[in-house]
């Protein structure tokens, strides 16, 4: 059978702890060399394009997880993940993507902060107030119930004061939105959730010892970080240090510019397996960068599948598609 898995019929399964397992063994996975995650197809303009990202993840008992994202952008985004058997070659769930977008985006930036950053965290500085920003201070909470205290900048006063009362409403914390953005930055540890296609943060506005997890630059056409901000960090930490280097347009200014070299790039996969180490506190600035992956995308959405196959959530489509 087919299951055709709605974003209703995954929203009160995929939680943050779901996701944050999944992903542990995706990476543990991957920092042993068995997964494959073929480099991802762009096609299109700026404006309107689709992007087709492949994974295989395999187990040590011999199971595998095979599937694909696909997600397009023309008048709005739309996100679908396609999972298969990969010995019969059956379709097992086309799911609905957004939410785990989301989900697995944020819980990939918690895990690498807790990855590189052992203690306990109890304030960000945070840059933006949409969806990717919500999301990150949810799965920071999660993964840090001591976090208490928020610093929001975001250019607009009434989305930052909007998002300062929904995010302590919600999550109880203390919100402060900030009208200049080098008070965002003070924090120990500050996160960038924005869409900007120039720097939101300069390299002089962050302290020594501090952690910067950039996660929205994922286009060569976006950026968030200054790149003189590279030319103070010792290690990039980054999701899928290819993909960084060819895709994210904050990496990409500062490699070009010479304020980073591509052997600064580091797997965080490779650091939660002990393969590699950071030092931290960092004698400057350590830098995380993401731009999602599609053995992340697989590796939450073969979770959702199970716990719905398990709770009788989605429509049975039968054999879907007819095997000739």
Same mark, same amino acid.
């Given at each position: 059978?087919?299951?055709?898995?709605?974003?209703?019929?995954? *929203?009160?399964?995929?939680?943050?702890?779901?996701?944050?397992?999944?992903?542990?063994?995706?990476?543990?996975?991957?920092?042993?060399?068995?997964?494959? $995650?073929?480099?991802?197809?762009?096609? !299109?303009?700026?404006?309107?394009?689709?992007?087709?990202?492949?994974? +295989?993840?395999?187990?040590?008992? !011999?199971?595998?997880?095979?599937? &694909?994202?696909?997600?397009?952008?023309?008048?709005?985004?739309?996100?679908?993940?396609?999972?298969?058997?990969?010995?019969? @070659?059956?379709?097992?769930?086309?799911?609905?993507?957004?939410?785990?977008?989301? $989900? %697995?985006?944020?819980? +990939?930036?918690?895990?690498?902060?807790?990855?590189?950053?052992?203690? *306990?965290?109890? *304030?960000?500085?945070? /840059? @933006?107030?949409?969806?990717?920003?919500?999301?990150?201070? *949810?799965?920071?909470?999660?993964?840090?119930? =001591?976090? #208490?205290?928020?610093?929001? &900048?975001?250019?607009? #006063?009434?989305?930052?004061?909007? /998002?300062?009362?929904?995010?302590?409403?919600?999550? @109880?914390?203390?919100?402060?939105? +900030?009208?200049?953005?080098?008070?965002?930055?003070?924090?120990?540890?500050?996160?960038?959730?924005?869409?900007?296609?120039?720097?939101?943060?300069?390299?002089?506005?962050?302290?020594?010892?501090?952690?910067?997890?950039?996660?929205?630059?994922? %286009?060569?056409?976006?950026?968030?970080?200054?790149?003189?901000? /590279?030319? %103070?960090?010792?290690?990039?930490?980054?999701?899928?240090?290819?993909? $960084?280097?060819?895709?994210? =347009?904050?990496?990409?200014?500062?490699?070009?510019?010479?304020?980073?070299?591509?052997?600064?790039?580091?797997?965080?996969?490779?650091?939660?397996?002990?393969?590699?180490?950071?030092?931290?506190?960092?004698?400057?600035?350590?830098? /995380?960068?993401?731009?999602?992956?599609?053995?992340?995308?697989?590796?939450?959405?073969?979770?959702?599948? %199970?716990? @719905?196959?398990?709770?009788?959530?989605?429509?049975?489509? !039968?054999? &879907?598609?007819?095997?000739?």
């Amino acid at each position: 059978m087919t299951l055709l898995l709605r974003e209703e019929d995954i *929203e009160d399964i995929l939680t943050w702890e779901v996701a944050a397992e999944s992903l542990k063994e995706a990476m543990r996975l991957e920092a042993e060399g068995l997964t494959d $995650v073929p480099p991802r197809l762009n096609t !299109g303009s700026t404006e309107s394009w689709l992007r087709l990202m492949p994974a +295989v993840l395999n187990s040590e008992d !011999g199971h595998a997880t095979m599937g &694909f994202k696909a997600m397009n952008k023309a008048d709005g985004m739309r996100y679908m993940v396609l999972l298969y058997n990969p010995e019969s @070659g059956e379709l097992l769930s086309i799911m609905d993507a957004a939410r785990l977008t989301r $989900v %697995r985006t944020a819980a +990939v930036t918690a895990l690498a902060c807790q990855a590189v950053q052992p203690g *306990e965290l109890e *304030e960000i500085g945070l /840059f @933006g107030s949409g969806y990717e920003a919500s999301s990150h201070v *949810e799965a920071l909470k999660a993964l840090y119930p =001591g976090l #208490r205290r928020v610093t929001v &900048f975001s250019p607009t #006063r009434e989305n930052r004061e909007a /998002f300062a009362r929904r995010t302590s409403e919600v999550l @109880g914390l203390e919100v402060e939105p +900030v009208e200049d953005p080098a008070s965002a930055a003070r924090a120990s540890v500050v996160v960038l959730a924005t869409k900007a296609k120039t720097p939101v943060a300069e390299a002089d506005w962050f302290e020594p010892g501090t952690l910067v997890l950039s996660i929205a630059s994922t %286009r060569l056409d976006l950026r968030e970080l200054d790149e003189k901000v /590279f030319a %103070r960090t010792e290690w990039c930490v980054c999701d899928a240090p290819e993909q $960084v280097a060819s895709e994210s =347009g904050d990496v990409d200014a500062a490699l070009e510019g010479g304020y980073l070299q591509k052997e600064q790039l580091v797997r965080v996969s490779d650091i939660l397996a002990g393969h590699r180490s950071v030092e931290w506190p960092p004698s400057d600035l350590l830098i /995380f960068k993401s731009v999602g992956t599609a053995l992340q995308d697989l590796a939450v959405a073969s979770a959702v599948y %199970r716990r @719905g196959l398990e709770e009788g959530r989605g429509t049975d489509l !039968g054999a &879907f598609p007819v095997k000739h």
